[in-house]
Each structure stands twice: as structure tokens, then as C-alpha cells.
């Protein structure tokens, strides 16, 4: 069992839905702590060449410090639904799949005010994205699992609940998780260092980090061969990945 774990977050970049392809188990961290400034409310936009950022508003007034990310409540004072809708119809009105995909997003955006908390729109959204992208895991929300621990410790009883044999990491994990710990327990651990890849975009210079839309509305259903190395796929490329990753370990 190949476990992966995410935050959540608005409109998510090409290597969030990476690395959901990549596992048999998706688990969605929604009860950790909200971060001030981080991309779980944002995300970027490309138009005319210019990147443009994406905040879905929130009421932290008070609350940091002790505030999971599924208890954010969305500020719907400021009327960012339409701003939103609007900008990203102006950013990619002349791309090839536009006529396509927009609808799905004012299906999307037009049912918005439903939500009363952060993680349940993101959660929406998301499966709005894999969707579309025919991307077809297990996903479960951490706020639905009773666990334990912090840090290392947290993500490894996360894995130990679906008795993973791998658990695929960010890059950063390499700062915080105990390995030993992961192997003592007959888990391999493999770091996600996304290579992004350039695809067919309306801009003079190719412009990499935005949200999946951009690859989306640029490349259609045909986005789905640009989330993992051309001509490898998921299962492969996460196989050598891996066996060069434990080589490298050992040595």
C-alpha cells in the first residue's frame, strides 16, 4: 500500500495531483493547524504573462494558534466568488479548452455559498479537479481517523492505519521525519522532488508553479500526460524513483 499525505489546498498546483497519482491512498490532513499566508486559501493564475494570486478570504480574527484547517471559517463579506470566476475567465478566455472546462468552474463557483468552512470547499473543489482529470484513489480525510502523535510521529501512525509498506513525502519531510522510525517499521519512505514539466501555455516564456487550471485550460483532458514523465508511467516512475532513493540510502 503506497500512502500519501496533503494538506489541503484552493486550486492545487501539478505536483499535488502528482503525487495523489502516484499513491493507493490519499489521506487529506484537515485538522492540522491553518497557516497564515500559505497556498491551503490561494493559489496562482496566469494572465497576460502576468502571475496573478487567488485568496479566498477567511475569519482567523483571534483563532491563530488554535484554528485545524476544516474549522476555518470562509469571509464572504467581500464578494471574492465573482472576482475569482471573473479573473480566471479573463486569464484563459482564448485557451484551447476554455469552452470546455469553464462551465464546470461556474458549476463550480455558482454553488459556492453553500460552504460555510474552508475545508469543505476545498474538498469540493478537489474532487470537482480529479474529476476532470479522470484521476480515480482512495482519498479519506485525517479529521475522520483517530490518530496520534506529531510531526514523524503523526504521519506514521497515519500510515500504520492503512498498513502502508510506503509512504510518499514531500520534500521537506527530509527536515522533520524519523526514518528509522518508518523503517523499524517496514515502511520505505520516498521523497516527492517534483520535476515540473513545461506544456503548450499562452505566455512568451513558460510560466511553472500555478494551479492545475492553467494546465488544464491549456491542455484539456490531455492534461493528465503532463502530471508524470513522458512515456513513464505513475507505477514506473515511482519504482525508480524509489530504488534510487534506497540505493542512495545505503551507500
Known sequence: MIVSINQPAYLPWLGYFER???SDMHIILDDVQFEKNSMTNRNKVLMNGQVVTLTIPVKTSGRF??????DVEIDYSRNWVKKHRNTISQAYAKTP???EFMPILDSFFSTADQFKFLGEF???NTETLLDYLEISRSITYASGIHYQGKKSDLILDLCQKFNADTYISGPFGRDYLDINSFRENNIDVLFHDYQHPEYPQKSTHFVSHLSILDLIFNCGKGAG???TKKDTSAANQLTNQLTNQLTNQKE
Do not use: V
Not at 65 to 70: Q, Y
Open 97 to 99: 479548452f476554455y469552452a
Open 225 to 227: 500526460r503532463y502530471l
Open 65 to 70: 494558534g488554535n484554528l485545524p484547517i476544516k
Open 122 to 124: 476545498i474538498r469540493k
Open 20 to 22: 495523489i497519482l502516484l
